[in-house]
């Protein structure tokens, strides 16, 4: 080959290597950006998951504080229900202890009106005793 040709191939082919050159430094350009893009995207990535996380772990400590306050409140209310029901109960004893006490009261007042009447009538009884114990002692050519 000539010298020509071969100085006309080289031209060609740094003319061709060239652009390969450019389109190869311009892949890596390009590439690098996707680098630089997906970094970020990684990076807030990264970021938004921490903050799932931070917010998961707020959701769990708010659930078991609920679940407690939950709890406390089924206990709360069993005790109610508990104490509802001994009420229950207390008011059926207290009827039937009010009931036998009214008529026990009944009975006492009815054994306070016949005392009274006795006493009455034993007062009375007296005063007529000592009425004809003083006729008997003013008068007693009456009896002879």
């Known amino acids: 080959m000539s010298d020509e040709i071969k100085s006309l191939l080289r031209d060609v082919l740094r003319e061709e290597l060239a652009r390969f050159e450019k389109t190869v430094t311009s892949m890596q350009q390009d590439l690098s950006e996707f680098k630089c893009e997906t970094v970020n995207w990684f990076e807030k990535l990264g ?25 406390k409140i089924e206990h709360d209310q069993a005790r109610k229900d508990r104490k509802i029901s001994s009420i229950i109960v207390q008011y059926q004893h207290l009827e039937s202890f009010i009931s036998k006490e009214i008529k026990r009261l009944q009975s006492i ?19 007529e005793i000592k009425e004809l114990n003083r006729v008997v002692t003013v008068t007693p050519q009456h009896f002879s």
């Open 47 to 71: 970021s938004d998951i921490e903050n799932v996380h931070s917010r998961i772990e707020a959701i769990e400590k708010n659930y078991d504080e609920m679940k407690q306050c939950l709890d």
């Open 109 to 127: 007042n009815s054994h306070q009106k016949t005392i009274e009447l006795l006493s009455s009538r034993s007062i009375q009884h007296e005063a």
